[in-house]
């Protein structure tokens, strides 16, 4: 029930001296938890249902808890950029390892 993310931005913005605004939001879908996905899964359309909700800035920062495959961070990327956002930066707390 904790927005991770949301508290990792809360903190990191003001360190950098940037603006947090939460612009985006997430639908709930019949797809569920990622947990376990593969990114080829996590990037099907309509997976990751990111919707916009606010003024979109013309830079933004994503901060993400935890890179697993990306493709939250891309879908985020893409509904930014496709509301009018020239330019999207990412950063993650942690990494997971790919398996094999």
Known sequence: GVDH??????????RCGLDVVP??????SGAGRQAGSSRRARLAAG????TVRGAVPPVAVLVDDVFTTGATLHAC???????????VRAAAYARTLPRG
């Not at 993310?5 to 809360?10: D, F, I, S, W």
């Not at 612009?23 to 709930?28: E, N, S």
């Not at 997976?47 to 990111?50: E, G």
């Open 23 to 28: 612009v985006l939001g997430r639908r709930m």
């Open 77 to 87: 990327a893409q509904t930014l950029r496709a509301a009018g956002c020239h330019e």
């Open 5 to 14: 993310a949301a508290r990792l931005a809360a903190e990191l913005g003001p």
């Open 47 to 50: 997976r990751l249902p990111v």
